[in-house]
């Protein structure tokens, strides 16, 4: 990583890590960028945001891409923000789909969201696993198209004077890769633009649905986007394609990938969802640590604001105990502006613990991003995904310490 020219040596950094106070920092270790799809609409409003909130560290989250980190990197340093460089992929377990276990994908077994925290900046992966990564990004992006041109089909079947191509989504809306969101997004703007009044936009959407009307305030723009996604980009929608599982990396290599990379595997939870129920892997803590364990994941991440804090608080404690690199975002991938701020379902603050959890996991892997770019050994093997650094309070402390002097 390129730090700054006033940041210590490893050697110094160990001495000031001893004589630097510990005090608990406002975290938010993920949210997605406008490089895959953001609530945000740049950099700037994220860092500003951050700044106004009081949030100090800030973790970059987008899908299959790193193309943001730049932009990241310079806005964080100009704003006095600690910058973590993470990614996400969805990664297909086809054993456990064969069992029919949802991991924490709810609607689809064996499908799982799966996060590599602190890669190395500026970041590259050997040939096997760019290639591998592309394969992915491709094949994202050949279902996009065909999404958008059967709701081309679907548009003037309705009768509704609309058309769109990948091209133009992109270049309007998407940094990088284009996704559903930003479908549903070029979408809503067409109809306001077509339909200027909410008579004129209830009637077309009544088109588009087939006949049936909808269910939300027509100018609330998230809301609109998040109703059209579902009827016409889902499962059972007009415009749905599904996605050939052939194009889904393993979990295995996904992991394979990140620690190539240079950063810490790291499992998403799901935890409770609106009715409190869990997914079939989350269900058991015990069996879900073990799994996990075994594939030598030693790192999860949170979004809080989808779960109970009596559920939640429980749960971190028992994976705390177990020796896990715990991190918690808010996502922002979804239209509609939340705060930065981590807060539990329903807007409940985190407890001091859980703050104090948050701070240790991002000084954690603060510290594994700046070991590696002294090319020294970070928080865990670059090759083997093995937890290596033998004192996890040693570790903490020099993140503690590197991210101090990077925000002073």
């Keep these: 990583m390129k730090y700054p ?62 193309d943001g980190y730049d932009e990241f990197y310079e806005t964080t340093l100009k704003h006095h923000l600690f910058p973590l460089f993470n990614i996400e992929a969805i990664a297909l377990s086809k054993d456990l789909q064969a069992k029919g276990i949802r991991v924490n994908d709810p609607n689809n077994p064996g499908r799982t969201y799966f996060s590599g925290k602190g890669l190395d900046y500026p970041v590259s992966f050997t040939e096997k696993y760019r290639l591998l990564l592309e394969q992915v990004k491709k094949e994202s992006q050949r279902q996009v198209a065909e999404m958008i041109a059967l709701l081309n089909d679907w548009l003037k079947t309705a009768g509704v004077a609309l058309s769109f191509t990948y091209e133009e989504i992109k270049r309007k809306y998407a940094r990088q890769l284009v996704r559903e969101r930003h479908i549903a997004q070029a979408l809503r703007i067409a109809i306001f633009e077509t339909a200027p009044n909410d008579a004129e936009r209830r009637d077309l959407l009544k088109k588009l649905y087939g006949g049936k009307d909808t269910g939300v305030d027509t100018t609330n723009d998230a809301a609109l986007e998040n109703e059209l996604r579902n009827h016409l980009l889902k499962a059972g929608g007009k415009a749905f394609v599904e996605e050939d599982e052939q194009a889904f990396l393993s979990v295995e290599e996904v992991r394979e990938i990140y620690l190539n990379g240079g950063g810490i595997p790291c499992y998403p939870v799901l935890l409770d969802d609106a009715k409190g129920n869990f997914t079939e892997f989350e269900e058991n803590q015990e069996e879900m640590c073990r799994y996990l364990q075994e594939q030598r994941i030693f790192c999860l991440e949170l979004i809080p604001g989808r779960n109970r804090l009596e559920v939640l608080e429980p749960f971190v404690r028992f994976f705390d105990r177990q020796g896990f690199v715990i991190t918690f975002g808010t996502e922002h991938n979804a239209p509609g502006l939340i705060p930065l701020t981590v807060a539990c379902k329903g807007g409940v603050p985190l407890t001091g ?5 948050n701070y240790e996991g991002a000084c954690i892997i603060a510290a594994h991003q700046y070991l590696r770019s002294k090319g020294e050994q970070g928080y865990v093997c670059g090759k083997t995904g093995e937890v290596r650094y033998s004192d996890r309070q040693k570790a903490i402390s020099l993140g503690n310490a590197v991210i101090r002097k990077w925000i002073e």
């Design 5 to 66: 020219k006033n940041m210590p040596s490893p050697e110094e950094m160990a001495q000031l890590s001893q004589t630097i106070p510990f005090e608990t920092l406002k975290v938010n270790g993920h949210f997605h960028t406008p490089y895959s799809f953001s609530a945000f609409t740049d950099m700037r409003q994220i860092a500003e945001t951050a700044v106004r909130e009081d949030v100090k560290i800030l973790g970059i989250n987008d899908f299959y891409v790193t």
């Design 353 to 357: 613990y859980l703050q104090q959890v």
